[in-house]
């Protein structure tokens, strides 16, 4: 099944926007793809520290 998608503005300091543009321009891939990975990362690892908890309890 298709996941929708939406729109979302993000304000971030001009150093980090520089930042993410010198990688963008090294790893040929936009900077909103970059963010995207970013954010999948931090949920994954959110996810993965949730399990982990819970298997303590």
């Known amino acids: 099944m298709k996941q929708g998608y939406r729109f979302f503005n993000l304000l971030i300091p001009f150093k980090t926007y520089e930042e993410l543009k ?25 996810s993965c520290k949730s399990s982990k908890e819970k298997k303590n309890e």
Do not use: F, H, W, Y
Request: no cysteine.
């Open 22 to 46: 010198a990688l963008s321009a090294k790893t040929e891939k936009p900077v909103a793809e970059i963010v995207r990975q970013g954010i999948d990362i931090m949920l994954i690892n959110s």
